[in-house]
């Protein structure tokens, strides 16, 4: 009998060994969330300065990358520049200005992200030279469709004026934990009420507040992650962000992690099973595969953001590091930021490197857009856009994934079941196409500084 939502955090070896058994020989983790491919397969070609088409849509996403940061967190593996002076922070933001010169003037954008590195490392005024430049170069969309990432120690009441000056609408804070001790091991140097004041701030302001939360950091325990959920809803956050730990090569938290603490597969299900419920304990359903919202809430922006989504992509990201998808080619900025704002300077594209999709990326986009976010695959939906029914593709993996009760299939839509919920981002990379198992494969034996991970968020 399947588990019901409230008793499903105690796993047996043989349940744990059936699901590990059904997973078989799929990677046993991505370079980012497999969700976001093929940007968590890093195997894209290098070709410096390669041209980068001007987006002809009225569908676009555009994405605006600040690598500034106050200081380096041990889990970030993301491009982000510590240290900066004033000066190079102004030179950045007139190459973000050039470069939002290629996007046709006026056109609509259906989602705003400004992320990072942390947005609010930059001082406000430079913060507000870099939203004038988008709003004056494009349509925005409305505010709650464009949201900005910050940290507590960084967010102040002038940020604040400014996002609501400039139609922002939601503020992401990255809160990660509440604990003193926890926030200490992986080098975070706000404190836990500096977090709440944060997160007051912008709820008080009316800005749609997202909190990110990170669980299986070092010394982290259930109770302590249930008093960070419990604190963040207190302060009024509309959504939530809820990640496992994630390790990579660039991580010195790997170095910290003995084996008992890492998340294994027994680990991560037990861990994920007790978010969600305590999530629901504190008011919140989840709406995605790491996402939550307010039960008594309208659809939050994540799930606007998926809806977005729909249809072909076009999704533009200025910056260094900064990713573009444009029909069926993505397109990766230059991760160093001189040489990015050198390009720029000059006229040339800031591209590094491209990676061409073919059918099979495709594929595996769609079915990320949906078993990989948490949502029901339509197989219909998936005939008509490929011409070829799913079981074509993937009868073998579908049965074998039936059968061990981490779907449901009702020959209409395919879902994940509760158990397979908790390892949605194993049962993706199961469909990955062969090139890109084999390169996660390689990267994976790799030597490295730090441990091989198995971690597969954040």
């Not at 919920?421 to 034996?445: E, G, Q």
Request: hydrophobic share 40%.
């Amino acid at each position: 009998m399947r588990r019901s939502p409230q008793n499903r955090e105690q796993f047996s070896d043989a349940e744990v060994d059936r699901v590990a058994r059904t997973l078989g020989t799929a990677p046993l983790a991505a370079y980012t969330t497999p969700i976001v491919y093929p940007w968590a397969v890093q195997n894209f070609a290098t070709r410096p300065m390669a041209a980068r088409p001007s987006p002809q849509t009225g569908r676009l996403r555009l994405y605006v990358h600040i690598p500034f940061c106050h200081y380096h967190c041990t889990f970030c593996f993301y491009a982000v520049r510590t240290g900066a002076k004033r000066a190079e922070m102004e030179r950045y933001v007139d190459a973000l200005a050039r470069e939002l010169e290629w996007i046709r003037p006026g056109a609509a954008l259906t989602q705003l992200v400004v992320g990072g590195g942390t947005p609010t490392a930059l001082p406000p005024e430079l913060l507000d030279r870099v939203l004038a430049a988008i709003v004056e170069r494009t349509a925005p969309p409305a505010a709650d469709a464009c949201t900005l990432e910050a940290s507590p120690d960084s967010l102040t009441a002038a940020h604040i004026r400014i996002l609501q000056r400039r139609g922002i609408g939601g503020v992401s804070i990255g809160i990660e934990s509440m604990d003193d001790a926890v926030l200490g091991t992986v080098h975070r140097r706000h404190t836990p009420a500096q977090g709440l004041a944060a997160c007051r701030m912008a709820a008080d302001a009316g800005l749609a507040l997202n909190v990110d939360l990170i669980y299986g950091l070092p010394g982290q325990t259930e109770e302590s992650f249930r008093r960070d959920l419990a604190a963040v809803a207190e302060c009024g956050a509309r959504t939530l962000c809820l990640y496992a730990l994630r390790l990579n090569e660039k991580t010195p938290v790997a170095k910290q992690l003995s084996a008992a603490d890492r998340l294994d597969l027994a680990r991560l299900m037990r861990w994920r099973a007790f978010v969600t419920r305590a999530a629901a304990e504190v008011g919140y359903v989840q709406t995605r595969s790491y996402t939550y919202k307010r039960a008594d809430s309208g659809p939050s922006w994540h799930e606007r953001a998926v809806a977005a989504s729909d249809g072909p992509r076009h999704e533009l990201g200025i910056g260094m590091s900064a990713r573009s998808q444009l029909d069926d080619v993505v397109y990766r900025n230059h991760d160093q930021c001189d040489v990015y704002m050198d390009r720029v300077e000059h006229g040339h594209s800031p591209v590094e490197s491209v990676f061409e999709l073919d059918v099979r990326d495709r594929k595996t986009q769609f079915i990320a857009a949906s078993l990989g976010n948490g949502k029901a695959l339509d197989r219909a939906s998936y005939e008509r856009t490929f011409g070829v029914s799913i079981d074509a593709d993937f009868a073998a993996l579908l049965e074998r994934l039936r059968a061990a009760e981490l779907v449901d299939d009702d020959n209409v839509c395919i879902v994940l079941t509760e158990t397979g919920k908790l390892v949605y981002d194993r049962v993706l990379l199961c469909f990955y196409p062969d090139r890109a198992t084999k390169w996660l494969h390689t990267w994976a034996a790799r030597p490295r500084r730090a441990a091989a991970t198995t971690q597969l968020e954040r």
